[in-house]
């Protein structure tokens, strides 16, 4: 099977690892990988977001299958172009990729089908949501509507860094027509989970939970970021929260997007705060999280080609999709001043044993060696059979993975312990 995965991150690498345990899976393009990818995949530099180079390559190869793991070639409807030319695929169509595409829309849908989350407003003028945010209540989070590199949510704590926030999204156009409208909503408390899950529009199987870490320092302060680590399980995410979150929000997200002529077959993945008054949803996104995924695909001891076939030919009912009871911890190694400014170009030193278990996020090659090639450069992976160990050997691995400027937080899995009783 000539199989072809879109993107390039870290993420990307954990499914094309994960692919390549199925012997079917003979061959594995990666458009356009990255450097450290190149190790599994063919990478070839066709860009996620350039649909025709992407369809007229597969088409010219032959692909079988293919996997469009990130938001925009999604949102830009990437899957329905491969599906066109006969090319089946993993992930959602671009009219149900909205549910990320749309903050709007994915809060309209839980509002008509209620699916508890947070009380919102929308505002399609800078005036009205300039007026409402005289008086609304404080903290309050403001959303562009669109894709806006995971950088659209401002948490004001202020009326004035909410009044700024509207200005720079509606008037500045910051992240350009993402920003036409905006939501405005309720500032909800509690730990936050990660699930994401396989579905096929007819049964929602959700994976093992996760916790991330987005901020860039320790003790979750410093700026946003695409997340600096990840845990798996998450503590939060308890039996009782799990039988909640099924019945309260993802049976009836799967089930409104089927009633909505829009239904989803993929990865859909479901940001939960789990508040004192049960779990409400904080986003849902139409793919693969990352770097959740390079915590939950390592725990998955079944066979992810498998699942994902059975996802596109809907009949995901049949498969086996099986975690191990372990734990897995992910110490993302970024470039000194990320999210901001920061060099690149340093080389990597990976030891040989240890590179299957390192998802290489930002990398290239060049004569041969490994260069870090931007903000986010890999990611330490371990698991084992508690998260204390799980997360002492990846601060162990990544201690033997080095670049020049290498960077990492020092206390992921730390709240995790904390609320395992262990810290
Ligand atoms: P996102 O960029 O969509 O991943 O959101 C960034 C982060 O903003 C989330 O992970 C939450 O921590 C936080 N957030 C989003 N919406 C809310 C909300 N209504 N209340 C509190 N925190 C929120
Ligand atoms: N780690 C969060 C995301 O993938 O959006």
């Known amino acids: ?33 990255n450097g450290g990818i190149a190790r599994d995949a063919v990478c070839v530099p066709i860009k996620a977001t350039d649909l025709d180079g992407i ?75 300039l007026e409402y945010a005289k008086d609304c209540p404080i903290p309050i989070v403001v959303k562009a509507d669109g894709l806006a590199l995971g950088k659209g949510v401002i948490i004001a704590q202020t009326r004035e860094e909410a009044l700024s926030a509207i200005r720079e999204i509606m008037q500045d156009k910051k992240f350009g027509k993402s920003g036409d409208r905006i939501v405005m909503e309720e500032f909800l408390e509690g730990p936050e989970v990660s699930v994401l899950s396989f579905t096929d529009g007819k049964r929602v199987v959700p994976m093992v939970s996760s916790m991330d870490h987005k901020r860039a320092l320790d003790g979750d302060k410093g700026l946003n970021t695409g997340g600096m680590g990840t845990v798996a399980p998450n503590p939060y995410y308890t039996e009782e929260v799990a039988e909640r979150c099924m019945r309260e929000i993802f049976i009836p997200t799967m089930n409104a997007m089927n009633a909505e002529g829009r239904t989803f077959k993929g990865c859909l993945y479901f940001g939960l705060m789990i508040c004192k008054d049960g779990p409400k949803v904080i986003e849902y996104n139409c793919r693969f999280g990352d770097p959740e995924t390079q915590v939950v695909l390592p725990l998955l001891e079944s066979d992810l080609l498998d699942i994902m076939t059975a996802v596109t030919e809907e009949r995901l009912s049949e498969a086996d999709v099986r975690f191990s009871r372990g734990h897995a911890c992910c110490v993302v190694m970024a470039s000194e001043g ?19 278990k390192v ?5 290239r090659l060049e004569d041969g060696k490994l260069l870090s090639d931007g903000g986010r450069v890999l990611g330490c992976t371990e698991t084992a059979a508690s998260l204390r160990e799980a997360v002492d050997k990846a601060y162990a691995l990544a201690g033997r993975v080095s670049f020049g400027n290498a960077f990492y937080r020092r206390d992921i899995g730390k709240k995790a312990l904390t609320a395992y009783g262990e810290e």
């Open 338 to 356: 990320y999210p901001v400014k920061y060099e690149k170009g340093f080389e990597i030193h990976i030891p040989e044993e240890d590179v299957d």
């Open 55 to 129: 369809c007229a390559f597969a088409a010219d190869k032959g692909i079988d299958y293919a996997v469009v793991a990130p938001d925009d070639p999604l949102v830009l409807g990437c899957v329905d172009r491969l599906n066109a030319i006969g090319i089946p695929c993993f992930g959602p169509e671009a009219k149900a990729a909205i549910i990320e595409g749309s903050k709007v829309f994915s809060k309209e849908l839980m509002k008509k089908y209620g699916i508890p989350t947070a009380r919102y407003e929308v505002f399609d003028s800078a005036e009205k949501a």
């Open 359 to 363: 998802y290489v996020a930002g990398a």
């Open 1 to 33: 099977m000539k199989i072809l995965v879109v993107g390039g991150g870290g993420r990307e690498h954990a499914i094309i690892k994960k692919l390549r345990e199925n012997p079917l899976a003979e061959t594995i393009y990666a458009l356009p990988g």
